[in-house]
């Protein structure tokens, strides 16, 4: 089991950026990966960007690249989604969440983090 804790939200302008922060705790070496997702309002969660523990390769939905970048501290236990040059339309309620080893889907997820984008 593992307890995901996501924070770095808020309101920000057009243009600017914020930086997300996942410290997971718990079984934390039972995971392989973390996922960030978003939702915005009366949308589907969506993926954002991924993250493996041991090697840090990194993959993002097409719409991210260039703008967001995914990293992780392991000795933090921890994940970070850097958001540029973000748009209103990325205002979403934004989640981490944890792929255990062995499993190919993110089951375990933290109680997401408001990112509004003004313009």
């Known amino acids: 089991q593992v307890q995901l804790v996501e924070s770095g939200g808020g309101l920000v302008q057009a243009g600017g950026s914020l930086r997300l922060s996942c410290a997971v705790s718990g079984r934390a070496d039972s995971t392989s990966a973390m996922g960030w997702f978003r939702q915005a309002p009366g949308k589907e969660r969506e993926f954002v960007a991924s993250i493996t523990w041991s090697t840090g390769s990194t993959y993002y939905a097409d719409s991210m690249k260039g703008r967001f970048i995914v990293s992780r501290n392991n000795a933090k236990n921890t994940v970070y989604l850097q958001m540029n040059s973000l748009k209103p339309e990325d205002t979403a309620v934004y989640y981490c969440?944890?792929?255990?080893?062995?499993?190919?889907?993110?089951?375990?997820w933290g109680q997401g983090t408001q990112v509004t984008v003004s313009s």
């Open positions: 969440a944890a792929r255990s080893i062995g499993s190919s889907g993110f089951r375990s």
